[in-house]
């Protein structure tokens, strides 16, 4: 057995010829023929991408047995040596399954499985790689890959949402000032705050969908540049891999990374509303407001000051948009630069993607256990509603009477002028004054000064108004 588990890391030494080779050479390579002295172990550690490619495994495995069938039907393979391969696929899947390591010689995850493929199916294994070079072959595995990743981050992002949908029921009596510049501006429904942090998770989704969907075009069959040269139908292998469409153009097909960058872009969006949401409850969650108190099981504590109550997992969603946002970036700059077909560079999209996709996948159910565990201070949000942010409701009130907004606006400011010199709230000046400010003042302006008068009177779709928000929250239940 050749499951050994030699470490998996460039190596300072030449290359030790540990696998089987169908030339019978000591080394399994998929390449090398037209070479008269091996590899340089320079050239092999940079050149080895097992180390990030490794977890291609099940995709390629499945890709492989597709590709086995269809050479069988195009009459390359007889039915003795398809099943010989089939089963033959099915035992390395099984092998990797169980443990089975990479060695120093495998160059990447095909070429490893092409080594196990041998051990396991002897000669025919070497009819498997008629018509396919690693170039379809690795962007049919990696796009199965990203098709089942993107099912995986969608699970993880309603459940984000269902976390901050759950926290946002408890808070349909709380209100809070809603900030605009990071100033106080008018009072919103604690529901409606969290909730505006639960839409563009929903955008997300919809966007990891068309993703999934872009990602879902067959490239097997496009050979390493100009297309196979053997009949196999394309058709049956978009079918039996579960692609939507088929690459139209082989060219294209093997140089085409635009599903990665989609993915990533994705990736870097959801990290980005991430963020945001992190930075609401850090902020929030700071003595000066809070708002927010941290759950104890998602908070850290201080090595040297006793009394910190740290919100970390919120800090390092923070964080961790910036290296996915790398790398998004990451993957646009190298696919600019390329000229038409595959080129190496392209081994990088898969460092890049994967680490977008761990990153989310660690931050995504952190930060839903966090926000599961936050408690909200309804008195240090209610009590942060100060009177000036009716401001706008005063004006609303004089448009009602008659007055054009703009010169409500005016007269209103005036009072926020002299209520910021008398020191006092807006709804303490004396009624004198306020009719001084405008004619159309009547004695029931004091009921447009009061909170919940504030939010009733918006009550159109999208606003924070209860009635509003109660449609919000049932449009919102209806995406989970
Ligand atoms: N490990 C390579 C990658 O990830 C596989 C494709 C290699 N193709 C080639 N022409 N050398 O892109």
């Given at each position: 057995m050749n499951s050994s588990s030699a470490p998996v890391g460039p190596s300072d030494s030449p290359a030790a010829p540990t696998g089987t080779t169908p030339e019978g050479d000591g080394s399994h390579k998929l390449w090398g023929g037209r070479f008269a002295a091996g590899p340089h172990p320079l050239l092999d550690a940079v050149n080895r991408s097992i180390t990030t490619d490794f977890r291609l495994w099940p995709h390629d495995v499945r890709g492989s047995q597709a590709w086995a069938l269809a050479l069988w039907q195009a009459g390359v393979l007889s039915r003795e040596e398809h099943a010989a391969i089939d089963?033959?696929?099915?035992?390395?899947?099984?092998?990797?399954?169980?443990?089975?390591?990479?060695?120093?010689?495998?160059?990447?995850?095909?070429?490893?499985?092409?080594?196990?493929?041998?051990?396991?199916?002897?000669?025919?294994?070497?009819?498997?790689?008629?018509?396919?070079?690693?170039?379809?072959?690795?962007?049919?595995?990696t796009r199965l890959w990203t098709m089942h990743a993107c099912t995986t981050l969608d699970a993880a992002l309603r459940d984000l949402q269902q976390a901050l949908l759950t926290q946002a029921e408890t808070l349909t009596d709380a209100?809070?000032?809603?900030?605009?510049?990071?100033?106080?501006?008018?009072?919103?429904?604690?529901?409606?705050?969290?909730?505006?942090?639960?839409?563009?998770?929903?955008?997300?989704?919809?966007?990891?969908?068309?993703?999934?969907?872009?990602?879902?075009?067959?490239?097997?069959?496009?050979?390493?540049?100009?297309?196979?040269?053997?009949?196999?139908?394309?058709?049956?292998?978009?079918?039996?891999?579960?692609?939507v469409a088929i690459s139209p153009n082989s060219i294209d097909a093997t140089g085409d990374r635009d599903f990665v960058a989609e993915t990533l872009f994705?990736?870097?969006?959801?990290?980005?509303?991430?963020?945001?949401?992190?930075?609401?409850?850090?902020?929030?969650?700071?003595?000066?407001?809070?708002?927010?108190?941290?759950?104890?099981?998602?908070?850290?504590?201080?090595?040297?000051?006793?009394?910190?109550?740290?919100?970390?997992?919120?800090?390092?969603?923070?964080?961790?948009?910036?290296?996915?946002?790398?790398?998004?970036?990451?993957?646009?700059?190298?696919?600019?630069?390329?000229?038409?077909?595959?080129?190496?560079?392209?081994?990088?999209?898969?460092?890049?993607?994967?680490?977008?996709?761990?990153?989310?996948?660690?931050?995504?159910p952190a930060m839903a256990g966090a926000i599961a565990e936050l408690r909200f201070d309804r008195a240090r949000m209610r009590a942060a509603v100060t009177g000036a942010m009716m401001a706008t409701d005063l004006a609303d009130y004089l448009v009602r009477k008659g007055a054009t907004f703009r010169e409500a606006h005016g007269a209103v400011g005036r009072l926020v002028r002299e209520a910021e010199q008398a020191e006092v709230e807006l709804n303490e000046l004396p009624m004198a004054q306020v009719r001084a400010a405008h004619a159309l003042f009547g004695e029931d302006v004091m009921d447009a000064l009061g909170i919940e008068a504030s939010l009733a009177m918006r009550n159109v779709d999208g606003g924070t108004g209860p009635e509003a928000v109660a449609r919000q929250v049932k449009l919102a239940r209806g995406r989970l």
């Open positions: 089963a033959g696929l099915e035992r390395v899947g099984a092998r990797i399954a169980a443990g089975a390591q990479p060695i120093e010689t495998d160059e990447d995850i095909h070429t490893m499985i092409d080594r196990l493929l041998h051990e396991e199916a002897g000669t025919p294994a070497s009819r498997l790689h008629t018509g396919r070079s690693r170039n379809d072959q690795v962007a049919t595995a209100v809070l000032p809603a900030y605009t510049h990071l100033q106080r501006a008018q009072p919103v429904s604690g529901t409606h705050w969290l909730l505006s942090h639960f839409w563009p998770l929903d955008r997300d989704r919809t966007r990891l969908a068309a993703a999934a969907t872009g990602t879902a075009t067959l490239p097997l069959g496009s050979g390493a540049i100009a297309g196979s040269a053997f009949p196999v139908s394309r058709e049956l292998l978009r079918e039996t891999l579960g692609f994705v990736c870097a969006m959801t990290a980005a509303h991430c963020s945001r949401i992190a930075e609401d409850m850090i902020v929030y969650g700071s003595s000066e407001f809070g708002f927010v108190k941290f759950g104890d099981r998602f908070s850290t504590g201080s090595s040297m000051m006793p009394q910190k109550r740290n919100p970390d997992v919120f800090e390092l969603a923070r964080g961790s948009g910036a290296r996915v946002l790398g790398d998004l970036v990451s993957m646009l700059a190298t696919i600019k630069g390329l000229p038409s077909g595959y080129s190496k560079d392209l081994q990088d999209d898969k460092r890049a993607l994967f680490n977008a996709y761990d990153t989310l996948m660690l931050v995504l």
